[in-house]
């Protein structure tokens, strides 16, 4: 977050990217430059679907993402103002995701590719968030990393382009799962993070909300990186079902959500300090400047940002977070990825498959 890392010298032999993402619910398409200019940046989410559910189908979103995505890569181009023929390469997420999906994203770069005989990259969507924060700033490897979102948390040294190490995961739900989760309990709307921040945001008094409503927090102290979210979740049903009929007033309701966050902050904080020392061991230059990033769309939660900041502060490192559009899903990550990716010739072949599961550590071969 501090000015010094902000991108600004732009490079020369620029190169464009075509990014699509559709592993879950937005279809998300994006135009980008190796300088880092975002020339077009389109997100659709479905929000009627998950919604009425109260979760994401996965056949009706890999419908919905048939039916935009032709218009989405049209309006795409002509927002950058360029032509498909103008770009250097197509990336599309080929993984981990929804694959129904997956595949619609998959086959429609793979055939911008192979009709305009453009390199084609399959992307790695964890990749993807990992990377996202050198889109926006001059951030240089290797950097440790809390990536958190609705399918996956894991703290990771991030070595280089396609060089991970996975410090740890989590045993049960992913951090967006959780948010999720316990807003679905608490009769919000999907998608429940955000919900979940802003019903936090009403609470008036913090200590009360700690005092009426304490939640656990699984893991905290253990000497690996590892989280846990379930406790927590069942948690927060045993305060909901202690309504009658599940009816919450609003400022009840308020001082759970803030409990809520209160408990992922510090189980993010508690679990990333054993990420920084592990960090700092594994690359001991590290440890008077490095970096914390978080990515991923919980990255976006104002809360647990401040807190990781408030952390890096009590160690000798920089807090680095992408703009709060860049940390959910979205087509940007994915083109940026690939220009990554590209620069290092790591390009695909056209029988690429798309996978559903796809760890991140498979890439570091
Ligand atoms: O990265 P993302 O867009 O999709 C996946 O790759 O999963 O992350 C979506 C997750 C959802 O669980 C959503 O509730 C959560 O990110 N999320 C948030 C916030 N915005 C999105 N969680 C907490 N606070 C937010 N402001
Ligand atoms: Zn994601």
Redesign the pocket.
């Known amino acids: 977050m501090s000015s010094i890392h902000e991108k600004s010298t732009p490079k020369s032999d620029l190169k464009i990217c075509l990014g699509i993402e559709t592993?879950?619910d937005?279809t998300a398409v994006a135009v980008v430059r190796s300088d880092g200019a975002i020339l077009s940046h389109l997100v659709l989410s479905q929000l009627d679907a998950p919604q009425l559910y109260g979760g994401v189908v996965p056949e009706l979103a890999a419908r919905a993402h048939m039916d935009h995505l032709d218009t989405l890569l049209n309006s795409a181009a002509c927002e950058a103002g360029i032509g498909f023929a103008d770009l250097d390469a197509v990336a599309a997420t080929c993984g981990p995701?929804l694959i129904g999906g997956v595949i619609v994203g998959m086959m429609a770069g793979k055939a911008i590719a192979a009709s305009h005989d453009l390199p084609f990259i399959g992307v790695n969507?964890?990749e993807a968030?990992a990377l996202t924060p050198r889109l926006t700033h001059e951030l240089a490897f290797p950097y440790l990393l809390l990536l958190?979102?609705?399918?996956?948390t894991q703290i990771i040294a991030v070595e280089d382009v396609g060089v991970y190490r996975n410090y740890g995961t989590t045993l049960d739900d992913?951090?967006?799962?959780a948010?999720?989760k316990s807003?679905k309990l608490m009769g919000l709307p999907?998608?429940?993070?955000?919900?979940?921040?802003k019903l936090a945001a009403l609470c008036r008094d913090k200590d009360s909300a700690l005092s009426d409503f304490p939640l656990p927090r699984p893991l905290l102290g253990r000497k690996d990186c590892n989280f846990s979210f379930s406790g927590l979740k069942t948690a927060v049903r045993n305060h909901v079902e202690a309504f009658d009929n599940h009816e919450i007033p609003k400022d009840k309701a308020a001082a759970i959500a803030c409990s809520f966050?209160e408990a992922?902050a510090d189980i993010a904080i508690d679990r990333c300090k054993r990420g920084i020392e592990q960090f700092f061991a594994d690359y001991p230059d590290e440890a008077t400047r490095g970096n914390l990033v978080v990515?991923?769309?919980?990255?976006?939660?104002?809360?647990?940002r401040s807190a990781l900041l408030d952390l890096t502060n009590s160690y000798k490192m920089d807090f680095i977070a992408p703009p709060?559009k860049l940390?959910?899903?979205?087509g940007a990550m994915i083109a940026w990825a690939g220009l990554e990716r590209l620069n290092k010739g790591l390009t695909d072949t056209l029988d690429m498959p798309a996978r559903p599961r796809w760890p991140l550590e498979d890439l570091t071969g």
């Not at 958190?148 to 996956?152: N, P, R, T, Y």
Request: hydrophobic letters at 30%; aromatic letters at 4%.
């Open positions: 592993s879950c937005e995701g969507h964890l968030h958190v979102s609705g399918g996956h992913a951090m967006g799962e948010f999720d807003a999907y998608p429940g993070g955000p919900e979940m921040e966050q992922v990515s991923g769309g919980v990255a976006a939660n104002q809360r647990i709060v940390c959910t899903d979205n």
